[in-house]
C-alpha cells in the first residue's frame, strides 16, 4: 500500500515537471516571435523611412525641374518682347551687343531701336566716299570710284546689321543669366539658404523655327547642406510654341534681303501684299497672320518700320514687331562711254565740245533725288527716288574732269568725278566696206548708256553682222582645256580692234563668254527635250540637259529643280540641293546665291560652289535647299530627305 502511495507521489511529480517545462517551452516560444516581429517591424520603419527620403529627393527634382521651366518660359516670352520691340536685347538687358546711337540703332523716345540696314562709311577702309556703292572685292581698283550700274544685282546697299542668328545669340545670352537666377531663387526659397549650389559651365542653345522656340539647356548642377548631397541634374529642355519666327520671316528677314540687295525696292504695304514684287509665298503668309504695317520717317532720315500681327498667342497677344533702317545716300549710275583705265567717257571723232550726258540715281530709302552739280544745268525738281535724265549742252572743262553730284532730300550725296578723254579721227581706206568705229567704241542699244567697248585687257569688237554663237569651247581659261569643258555655255565669236583709237572691227577666231556670263546654250527650232532623232541645233550644244537650256549656268528654278553638274548645265536636280562643308550657306544664314557666285568664281562643278545634289546617308544635318529658291533652310535626315529643322518637334516630357 505504502508502495503505491510512493509511486503515485512520483507520478504526480513528473506530471508538474513536464506541465513546467511546457509553461517555460510556450514562454521562450513567443518570446522569440516577438523579438522576430519587434525586428522585422524596425526594418519595415527602416525601408519606408528610406523610400520616403527617395521619393522627397525625387519630388523635389520634379518641383525643380517644373519651377525653372516656368521661369525659363517667362523669360522667354519677355525676351521675345524685347526681341520684337527692339530688334535686339542690348548688353545691359542681358543681350550680346552694346547699344551705340546712330551705329547700331537709333533712340526712339525711349526706345533704342536696332538698325537692320546702316549705310557703309567708306573712311573706314580709308577710301573716298566715291567708292559708293561698290561690289565686294572692288575697294582695291584704282579707279577713285566702283563702277556701279543698277542693272548690277551683286551690289549691296549698306551693311545689314539684323540676322536671324544675331537674335538667337541675343535670346540665348538673356535666357542663360535669368536661368541661373531662376535656380537661385528655387534654392533660397524652397530648399534653404544654408544650401550650396554646384554648378558647372551652362550649354543653352536656341532654334527659332515656324512652329516655335526650341530651347536646350545643359548644367551640372547639384544641392547639398552640410555633408548631405539633395539631388543632382544636368538637362532643362523646353519647346515653346510660337509664330514669333513666320512673322520675323514674312515683316523684316525676308523684305531686309530685298532692300539689302536691290536699290529700287519699295518696303511698303503694297510691296509686301503684291506677289509681283514679293518673294513667292510670303504674300500669303503675311495676310494670314493678319500684319499691320506701319513706317515712320524719323528727324534724322532714318526710317522705323512697326508691324503688329493678329494672333492668338496670348502671352504675346499685344506684341509690336520693330527695326530702323538709316538713311543711305542715293546711287549714281557709272558715268561712262567706252571708259579706258584713265578716263570714264570718250568723246567721239566730229563731237562738238559740248555733248549731252545721260545719269541714273536711285535712293535705296525712296527718298527724292536731285541733280546737285554741276552747276548751271537747269534741272526740274525730282520728287521721285529714281532719277533719269541726261545734262544736255554740257560744256568739257579744260581739265577734262567733271564732278557730278546727286543728293537726296537729307543732304546725302553720291558723286562722281568724271575724267573725259577727247579722240582723235584716224583714216581708213575709202575702198574699205566696214564702218568707221572709235576706239572700239560701238553703239549698243542693250547698253546702259548706249555704248559698248571690248573688255579691257581684250582686243575685240563685235560686228555689225548678227554674231555667231555656239557651246565652242574657245574661251581662254573657260571653256578650253584643261579648264573647262566644251559643248555645254554659250560663246559669241567676235571680231579684234587693231588699234589704240579709232579702227575697224575685223573678222577673228577669238570667243568670249556671251553676255559675259555663264549661260547655258539651247536649241532655238523646238521648244521639246532633245530626243536621238532631234539632236540639238546649235553649233556644240549637246552635253546640256534639256531641262536647263536657255538658262543660267548653275540656275535655280523656283520649286522644280537646279541645274548643274559639268559648267552648270549638264544635269538638272529635282531632289534638293545640299551644301558641303566650305560653302557660305554656314556662315550667311542660310542665303546662298549660286549663280552670282558661279559667275563669279567662273565655276565648272558643283565642287567649286561646294554643293551637291540630293541628301545621301553622309548627308545628316547638312543644309539644304528643297524648293529651289537659294534659301537654305532645310536639313538633311537619316531618310534622305530635307526637312526643315525642328518641322516636328512638339512639346516634349521633362527628361532627366
Not at 255 to 279: A, Q, S
Amino acid at each position: 500500500m505504502k508502495k503505491k502511495r510512493v509511486d503515485s507521489a512520483i507520478g504526480h511529480s513528473r506530471k508538474a515537471q513536464l506541465t513546467i517545462f511546457m509553461i517555460v517551452g510556450l514562454i521562450l516560444f513567443f518570446t522569440f516571435l516577438f523579438v522576430i516581429m519587434l525586428f522585422s517591424s524596425v526594418q519595415k520603419n527602416q525601408l519606408e523611412g528610406e523610400r520616403e527620403k527617395v521619393y522627397t529627393r525625387a519630388l523635389e527634382k520634379e518641383a525643380l525641374r517644373l519651377y525653372v521651366q516656368d521661369c525659363m518660359e517667362d523669360t522667354l516670352v519677355t525676351g521675345l518682347q524685347f526681341l520684337g520691340k527692339q530688334g535686339r536685347i542690348w548688353a545691359d538687358q542681358g543681350g550680346v551687343q552694346e547699344f551705340a546711337e546712330s551705329v547700331n540703332g537709333v533712340q526712339v523716345g525711349e526706345d533704342r531701336i536696332a538698325y537692320g540696314i546702316v549705310r557703309d562709311t567708306y573712311e573706314d577702309y580709308n577710301e573716298p566716299e566715291e567708292k559708293y556703292p561698290c561690289p565686294a572685292g572692288e575697294g582695291e581698283q584704282e579707279s577713285p570710284f566702283c563702277k556701279y550700274t543698277s542693272a548690277d544685282t551683286s551690289i549691296v546697299f549698306g551693311r545689314k546689321k539684323l540676322w536671324l542668328s544675331s537674335m538667337e545669340k541675343d535670346l540665348q545670352e538673356y535666357l542663360k543669366s535669368k536661368t541661373v537666377s531662376c535656380i537661385g531663387e528655387y534654392l533660397k526659397k524652397e530648399i534653404s539658404s544654408a544650401a550650396k549650389l554646384q554648378s558647372g559651365e551652362i550649354d543653352l542653345r536656341v532654334a527659332m523655327t515656324n512652329e516655335g522656340v526650341n530651347v536646350n539647356v545643359h548644367y551640372p548642377l547639384r544641392f547639398s547642406m552640410g555633408n548631405e548631397e539633395f539631388f543632382h541634374l544636368s538637362e532643362f529642355d523646353f519647346f515653346y510654341t510660337t509664330q514669333f519666327k513666320e512673322v520675323l520671316d514674312v515683316a523684316i528677314l525676308r523684305p531686309l534681303d530685298e532692300d539689302w540687295i536691290k536699290v529700287d525696292f519699295i518696303w511698303d504695304e503694297e510691296t509686301l501684299t503684291n506677289p509681283e514684287r514679293t518673294p513667292s509665298g510670303l504674300v500669303e503668309k503675311y495676310n494670314q497672320l493678319g500684319i499691320q504695317y506701319n513706317s515712320i520717317k524719323l528727324d534724322n532720315g532714318d526710317t522705323l518700320f512697326e508691324f503688329r500681327p493678329t494672333w492668338t498667342e496670348e502671352k504675346l497677344r499685344d506684341i509690336v514687331i520693330r527695326v530702323a533702317r538709316q538713311n543711305r545716300p542715293p546711287a549714281l549710275d557709272y558715268i561712262s562711254r567706252c571708259p579706258g583705265k584713265d578716263y570714264d567717257y570718250l568723246v567721239l571723232p566730229g563731237e562738238s565740245n559740248q555733248i549731252n550726258i545721260p545719269f541714273t540715281a536711285t535712293d535705296p530709302d525712296e527718298d527724292p533725288v536731285n541733280l546737285l552739280s554741276p552747276s548751271g544745268t537747269d534741272m526740274p525738281v525730282n520728287p521721285s527716288p529714281t532719277f533719269s535724265s541726261v545734262i544736255t549742252n554740257l560744256n568739257i572743262p579744260e581739265s577734262n574732269h567733271l564732278s557730278i553730284i546727286v543728293q537726296d532730300s537729307r543732304g546725302l550725296q553720291d558723286s562722281q568725278d568724271v575724267r573725259f578723254k577727247v579722240d582723235s579721227p584716224t583714216s581708213i581706206p575709202s575702198s574699205s566696206n566696214l564702218p568707221l568705229v572709235s576706239h572700239c567704241c560701238i553703239q549698243d542699244a542693250n547698253s546702259q548708256q548706249g555704248w559698248r567697248v571690248a573688255r579691257e585687257g581684250e582686243a575685240y569688237c563685235v560686228l555689225d553682222n548678227p554674231p555667231i554663237f555656239g557651246c565652242f569651247g574657245k574661251v581662254s581659261q573657260v571653256t578650253t582645256p584643261p579648264f573647262g569643258f566644251a559643248g555645254y555655255v554659250l560663246e559669241d565669236m567676235v571680231g579684234n580692234c587693231g588699234g589704240e583709237y579709232a579702227d575697224t572691227c575685223t573678222p577673228s577666231n577669238l570667243a568670249i563668254l556671251r553676255g559675259g556670263t555663264l549661260h547655258c546654250g539651247f536649241n532655238d527650232d523646238r521648244t521639246e527635250c532633245p530626243d536621238s532623232e532631234n539632236p540639238t541645233s546649235l553649233p556644240g550644244c549637246s552635253g546640256i540637259d534639256c531641262r536647263c537650256e536657255n538658262s543660267d549656268a548653275f540656275g535655280l528654278q523656283p520649286r522644280s529643280g537646279w541645274c548643274h553638274g559639268t559648267m552648270g548645265c549638264a544635269d538638272f536636280c529635282t531632289t534638293a540641293i545640299v551644301a558641303d562643308e566650305g560653302s557660305p550657306v554656314v556662315s550667311h544664314d542660310y542665303n546662298y546665291p549660286i549663280t552670282v557666285r558661279a559667275n563669279s568664281l567662273i565655276a565648272t562643278s558643283d565642287n567649286v560652289l561646294a554643293l551637291h545634289c540630293g541628301c545621301t546617308a553622309g548627308d545628316i544635318n547638312k543644309f539644304c535647299d528643297k524648293t529651289f529658291d537659294g534659301i537654305f533652310e532645310g536639313k538633311c535626315n537619316a531618310d534622305g530627305d530635307c526637312k526643315p529643322p525642328l518641322a516636328a518637334v512638339q512639346q516634349r516630357p521633362l527628361s532627366s
